[in-house]
């Protein structure tokens, strides 16, 4: 199968060289200035397309690794984008965290023009995009992602069929919801230590050896100990895009979130002062009350 990615980001470059790599599919990319440097992956074969849809025309398989929901439907269906363009059966897999809901237009799109579609978010960093083990939620119809199944074999460790088209984004956002949940309220906690004096490293082993001790912990610990922020290389604008879809979700089902509104109104508030691309992590220092800076 010939393979196409748009969005050679942060987690795409990983999967893209992986596809080559491990995989061994020809692959070409869309050329796009959010991209990581691809001298690697056009050393390793990979051809560079000007439009979306220029790298529909070449792929069985397009792979879709973009920011959220408005950037799927530019792709899916801007100018040059992929429904002008897409082979007949070709599988438009989105890698994207995205709402459900747009997720099934998308889906309607898609197969009007002749192809398939499948929501597959990831649950991973792009430590394992790199390392080609990444774990992915596939929403849509299980013959469709069998049929792909040897092309995210390249860069996953575990794909789940998680039900129809739109429940891998609906699972991503509520997996997300709590991973993001944990961790703002942790990096609360941990400034609240630090501003009282608290130890950093008897903070986190008295977490960690109660109710305390998680996946959020894990990832933040290092920052709390020792400012180490790469053991999650994820924007708080970013956290923030995924808390506020999750809560327009719960808005169009008219569930609960009253905690998800005091998560997102914290990492707002970090937003609009200047700190949207600060990792994560840094939020330990960020809420601290001396050192926001």
Not at 115 to 121: N, S, V
Not at 217 to 233: H, N
């Amino acid at each position: 199968m010939q393979v196409g990615i748009i969005g050679v980001g942060l987690m795409g470059h990983g999967i893209a060289r992986n596809v080559i790599e491990r995989g061994g599919f020809a692959l070409r990319f869309l050329d796009h200035p959010g991209n990581r440097p691809t001298e690697d992956i056009v050393a390793l074969g990979a051809v560079s397309c000007a439009t979306a849809g220029e790298v529909a025309a070449g792929a069985d398989v397009v792979i879709l690794c973009v920011t959220g929901s408005p950037q799927v439907e530019a792709v899916v269906t801007g100018e040059d984008g992929l429904a002008a363009a897409l082979r007949p059966g070709t599988v438009v897999v989105d890698c994207s965290t995205a709402l459900p809901e747009s997720t099934l237009r998308m889906g309607e799109i898609v197969r009007a023009a002749g192809g398939d579609y499948l929501d597959a978010p990831m649950t991973r960093t792009a430590t394992h995009a790199r390392e080609g083990t990444l774990n992915l939620l596939v929403g849509g119809e299980a013959e469709v992602l069998e049929k792909v199944r040897p092309v995210l074999a390249a860069f996953t460790e575990r794909v789940d069929h998680v039900g129809p088209l739109g429940h891998g984004h609906r699972l991503k956002l509520l997996h997300n919801y709590v991973s993001v949940g944990f961790m703002t309220l942790l990096a609360e906690a941990a400034a609240q230590a630090a501003d009282s004096g608290v130890d950093a490293q008897v903070f986190v082993d008295v977490l960690a050896g109660g109710g305390g001790a998680s996946a959020a912990l894990e990832r933040l610990a290092p920052y709390i100990v020792s400012e180490d922020r790469e053991a999650l290389p994820f924007f708080v604008a970013n956290a923030q895009k995924d808390i506020d879809y999750y809560r327009a979700m719960s808005d169009s089902s008219g569930a609960r979130k009253v905690v998800a509104d005091g998560v997102s109104a914290a990492l707002s508030n970090t937003v609009e002062a200047g700190f949207g691309e600060a990792y994560v992590p840094e939020l330990v220092r960020l809420f601290r009350k001396k050192t926001n800076t």
